[in-house]
């Protein structure tokens, strides 16, 4: 479900030590004695940092973001501690987030100027999303919730060890402290999780309490009474769903060894997350290199998208866009990536420009993210949508860079043939029948021959995909009269400007064609788009030109496939499989594929999603869309239309 529209905060700045909320009478705590009160109660209370010493990964969730001092309180002390975890996560969550410029005032003159400079300049734009935002090179990794706590507590995948429940009193807050609200708490508890609050009343406690939670108030600081600390204690504890247990979850073997089919977008995103996870990734890939195939364009778009219903396809490819923004801002500007992240232009094919307008208020996305542009420069005069964190991206220099980290080693040239499953974990075998590698795990990115490689194993509903092919057309650099594009058009098609000057457009879009050769027919078709985006008219033999063809894997729903691999044994109507999340699934074996016409788009997110589902680190996308991109939905689908339908 969506959590927008969203309204950011309305702070009062007039007294300067205590910027006011005039929608809930109360003041937000600021400064010193913010980060002071963060010392004291969030992270004194939960017994921080001795509880995160030594630990590979310790999870906070803090309902009400605010300003941002306890995170930067939390963010100090993590990063003063010899003993601090591995990864520390940090889930918040905020309805009515500050716009930057507010953020900037409130830690004018902040005691941690760094780490405030940091945050404003890392916070992203205002939408209803899970923004990813991380911080000391991904060892701490902010994870904020962008909407009201109602909507957003439900959708959290995550086992917390430690909330700060903080937010506006209860008397002036009421919504936020709701019994029925708190009672979400346990579902999100890790065993041995702590809480603590600074301002409670007696509904607050008894919510706790009914919620699992052994309460005891403790001597408070700043003027405050006292505060309330707790410990999880629950009577009995809920089963977990099992398509939510991933791998780390369904072993009682310590993760180490994952191998990774595929040396495209989907694989080396998903090898460089797991990386950073700690675990050691063999990719394997039958060319000689990382990115021939379908990933072996010089460059590609990535943006998000705006729909009235804001569905699970328009916030997943905005979240994801925003997330790819975030990942390739800094490797572009350090000439790691060839790309731009400087904005791109998508002509509207349908909608008047007061109807774009009315769109961009109905879904309040803010212009950081969305802008109309009535008088667009298009060629043919049209209005259009400006995204400033869109652009292109090489996805070659992407997968080298991604496969170049720490704990990634690349097997090319490697076949793989078969997949078996022993007490050893799962074997990779090449065309002859020797044993490639042995791991624990093994995750499938390579594009439709996944679905051939787990033909032998029951997998569920069969997954409706096709292969669309496409090409692109490359005009040299020297051309005369070329457009200049200091940012990517596009509307059915696309024109950008590579690096080294030549011009890139494109593509074609035949469903079922298996057609390897370069077509002038399709370059005449590319030329077309060039005029109609650009307005150029200069002559070019087309027959001449160069270009590429390759194929998009696509499925009905258009969106990708991800999540461990379902298992088709358990009889449907046994279980309730009629959601994804409780679909069986084989242990230790994914997938990601299906990134259509959207890899670049989709890489990062949906490989930081598996990479969490693998592990069991918090998950960065809410439940109702992970629940849309799983792979067991067309398992679900089939039980919801009678189990005939479920091989
Ligand atoms: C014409 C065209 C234009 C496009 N434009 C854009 C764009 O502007 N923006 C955008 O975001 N996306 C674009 N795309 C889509 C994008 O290219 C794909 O979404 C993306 O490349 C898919 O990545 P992948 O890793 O899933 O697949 P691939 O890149 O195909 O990677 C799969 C890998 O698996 C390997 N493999 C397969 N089987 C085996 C096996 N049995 N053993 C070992 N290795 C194996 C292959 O060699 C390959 O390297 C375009 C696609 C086309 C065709």
Redesign the pocket.
């Given at each position: 479900m969506s959590w927008g529209p969203l309204q950011p905060a309305r702070i009062d700045f007039s007294e300067r030590h205590a910027p006011a909320a005039p929608d809930f009478g109360d003041v937000y705590p600021a400064g010193a004695a913010a980060l002071e009160r963060a010392q004291q109660v969030y992270l004194a209370g939960n017994q921080l940092p001795e509880r995160w010493a030594g630990r590979s990964r310790f999870v906070i969730l803090e309902t009400g973001f605010g300003l941002g001092h306890n995170f930067l309180a939390t963010r100090a002390a993590w990063q003063q501690d010899a003993r601090r975890c591995d990864r520390l996560w940090y889930l918040a969550i905020e309805k009515h987030p500050p716009h930057r410029e507010d953020l900037i005032r409130a830690h004018a003159g902040s005691p941690l100027p760094v780490l405030a400079a940091e945050l404003v300049a890392k916070w992203p734009p205002l939408t209803p999303d899970l923004h990813v935002i991380d911080f000391d090179g991904g060892r701490v990794r902010l994870l904020l919730a962008l909407g009201d706590i109602a909507d957003v507590l439900p959708e959290l995948v995550a086992r917390v060890d430690a909330f700060y429940l903080d937010g506006f009193a209860p008397d002036r807050n009421p919504a936020m402290w709701d019994p029925w609200r708190l009672r979400q708490l346990p579902r999100l508890a890790a065993p041995g999780a702590t809480l603590a609050i600074w301002r409670v009343d007696s509904a607050v406690r008894q919510g706790l309490s009914a919620a699992g939670f052994e309460l005891d108030k403790v001597p408070g600081t700043g003027g405050q009474r006292e505060i309330t600390v707790g410990r999880f204690a629950p009577r009995f504890a809920a089963a977990a769903p099992a398509g939510r247990l991933g791998w780390a979850g369904n072993t009682a073997a310590p993760v180490r060894r994952v191998a990774v089919?595929?040396?495209?977008?989907?694989?080396a995103a998903v090898a460089q997350a797991l990386a950073a996870r700690g675990l050691a990734v063999r990719v394997?890939?039958?060319?000689g290199g990382?990115?021939?195939?379908?990933?072996?364009?010089p460059g590609?778009?990535?943006h998000g998208i705006a729909h009235a219903h804001d569905g699970p396809h328009a916030r997943w490819l905005r979240a994801a866009a925003l997330h790819t923004a975030r990942v390739l801002r800094p490797l572009v500007a350090s000439g790691t990536v060839s790309g731009a992240v400087g904005g791109l232009l998508r002509g509207e094919q349908r909608l008047a420009p007061a109807a774009m307008q009315a769109l961009l208020q109905a879904l309040a996305l803010p212009p950081d993210y969305l802008q109309v542009l009535a008088d667009s420069g298009l060629a043919d005069g049209r209005a259009a949508w400006f995204y400033p964190g869109g652009g292109?991206a090489s996805?070659a220099d992407l997968c080298g860079h991604w496969l170049r980290s720490p704990g990634i080693e690349a097997c090319y040239g490697?076949?793989?043939?078969a997949l078996q499953h022993g007490d050893a974990g799962w074997q990779l075998h090449d065309a002859t029948g020797s044993c490639l590698h042995s791991a624990d795990a093994v995750v499938l990115?390579?594009?439709s021959?996944a679905q051939r490689?787990l033909a032998p194993l029951p997998t569920g509903a069969p997954w409706p995909l096709r292969r669309v092919r496409?090409?692109?057309t490359l005009l040299p650099a020297e051309l005369p009269g070329l457009p200049e594009l200091p940012q990517p058009l596009a509307d059915t098609g696309?024109a950008l400007r590579l690096a080294d000057g030549r011009l890139l457009c494109?593509?074609?879009s035949q469903p079922g064609d298996e057609g390897g050769e370069l077509r002038l027919v399709d370059h005449q078709h590319n030329l077309a788009t060039l005029r109609r985006l650009t307005g150029w008219t200069g002559a070019v033999d087309a027959g001449r030109l160069a270009g590429?063809v390759?194929?998009?894997?696509q499925s009905d729903d258009r969106l990708p496939l991800l999540g461990p691999v379902p298992d088709g044994r358990v009889a449907p109507g046994r279980r309730r499989i009629d959601q994804p999340r409780w679909v069986p699934r084989h242990a230790g074996l994914f997938v990601f594929?299906a990134?259509?016409?959207?890899?670049?788009?989709q890489?990062a997110l949906g490989a930081e999603a598996l990479a969490s589902w693998i592990t069991g680190d918090p998950l960065p996308l809410p439940a109702s869309l992970l629940d849309a991109l799983d792979v067991a939905r067309f398992t679900s689908h089939a039980v919801r239309r009678g189990p005939s339908s479920v091989e």
């Open positions: 089919v595929g040396a495209g977008l989907a694989g394997f890939d039958r060319q990382p990115a021939r195939e379908t990933s072996g364009n590609g778009l990535f292109w996805p490697a076949d793989v043939q990115c390579n594009a021959d490689l496409g090409q692109t696309y494109g593509a074609t590429r390759g194929w998009r894997l594929t990134l259509g016409s959207r890899g670049i788009t890489a």
